[in-house]
């Protein structure tokens, strides 16, 4: 059996082993949600992780490795570079993240910034969190 670290999430099951990250999703329609959005994406930004293979079956997409999470601190001072990303996104694809905050973003060893969970995405404008400004993205 290979050794992956399982990382803490509330609703989904993340094991990292790189070069790949298995994400396994409760439930159908964020696992579809999001797996939409890497296929209609795929080759268009090289700031998002690439979707290298998905398994309906099993709700799990496997996602090249990117990095670690950044800290809170970290985004609230690269927030205005994190929005450019976030709307080169929406301008590309119409797409919104909808939860974009310091947890959705990550930064690999040559300090490149990658966007990930993008289960909540929609074309509709509308943050799913009512909490701070400063650690959000609209």
Do not use: W
């Not at 909808?98 to 966007?115: C, G, H, S, T, W």
């Amino acid at each position: 059996m290979m050794k992956m670290n399982y990382i803490g999430c509330s609703h989904n099951k993340i094991f990292k082993k790189p070069p790949y990250v298995y994400k396994f999703f409760k439930s159908i329609n964020k696992y579809e949600n999001e797996k939409q959005f890497y296929i209609k994406s795929k080759n268009t930004f090289t700031f998002i992780p690439e979707l290298c293979a998905f398994s309906d079956y099993r709700r799990l997409l496997v996602l090249n490795y990117c990095g670690e999470r950044i800290c809170k601190q970290e985004f609230v001072q690269n927030k205005d570079f994190l929005k450019v990303l976030h709307d080169l996104i929406v301008y590309k694809t119409g797409y919104y993240h909808r939860d974009l905050y310091y947890k959705n973003i990550l930064k690999n060893n040559k300090n490149q910034y990658f966007i990930i969970d993008f289960e909540s995405c929609s074309k509709e404008n509308k943050n799913i969190h009512k909490r701070s400004k400063e650690i959000y993205i609209n």
